[in-house]
Antibody, heavy 116, light 110 residues
């Protein structure tokens, strides 16, 4: 079964840092682009970042550029999102998702709350 | 990059059809055949329903269909069923290696 499981969310103060992880199983992780998408409470979906299968290509939304860093470890079947200089508006459920022309599947999400 | 525009809500009776629009620009929806649609039930992760404008992933019922004309994409759900009640989001590649999502539509089965 193809599965993505996020972890690492929690409560952090403004200006703080957090590292999210996404563990993949059930497919050849190293063959797929991967993505992070977030959803603020009660709001819509927002694309955050994408990384190609070999990490050669990395892209960010303007809202997180310079603060967030996406990475992956194909040997560990894992995707990461390092989030620095966090702001209140970064509060959201963060999902990892596989693919490029259609994100499928998605993990269950991990909640990040930025508050003092 | 501005979010794609979707109607806030849509509804239909069981067995009827409902169509959701997704309006963008020539820089996203109109410029690429990389429009996808996602279904999200409350408290759950989104699920891919349509990709590359009109392709259905394995396991998605053929009651779900997608199309595009100019800068507007559409998702049609035929033969509405109770389990189709959910939020639906469109998404498009927006060039310069960016993606953009729609504002979301809540579908209610009357």
């Amino acid at each position: 079964e193809v599965q993505l499981v996020e972890s690492g969310g929690g409560l952090v103060k403004p200006g703080g840092s957090l590292r999210l992880s996404c563990a993949a199983s059930g497919f050849t992780f190293s063959s797929y682009s991967m993505n992070w998408v977030r959803q603020a409470p009660g709001k819509g979906l927002e694309w955050v970042s994408s990384i190609s299968s070999s990490s050669s290509y990395i892209y960010y939304a303007d809202s997180v550029k310079g603060r967030f860093t996406i990475s992956r470890d194909n040997a560990k079947n894992s995707l990461y999102l390092q989030m620095n200089s966090l702001r209140a508006e970064d509060t959201a459920v963060y999902y990892c998702a596989r693919g490029w022309s259609g994100f499928d599947p998605w993990g269950q999400g991990t909640l990040v709350t930025v508050s003092s | 990059q501005s979010a794609l525009t979707q109607p806030p809500s849509a509804s239909g009776s069981p067995g009827q059809s409902v169509t959701i629009s997704c309006t963008g620009t020539s820089s996203d929806v109109g410029g690429y055949n990389y429009v996808s649609w996602y279904q999200q039930h409350p408290g759950k992760a989104p699920k891919l329903m349509i990709y590359e404008v009109s392709k259905r992933p394995s396991g998605v019922p053929d009651r779900f269909s997608g199309s595009k004309s100019g800068n507007t994409a559409s998702l049609t759900v035929s033969g509405l069923q109770a389990e189709d009640e959910a939020d639906y989001y469109c998404s498009s590649y927006a060039g310069s290696n960016n993606f953009v999502f729609g504002t979301g539509t809540k579908v209610t089965v009357l």
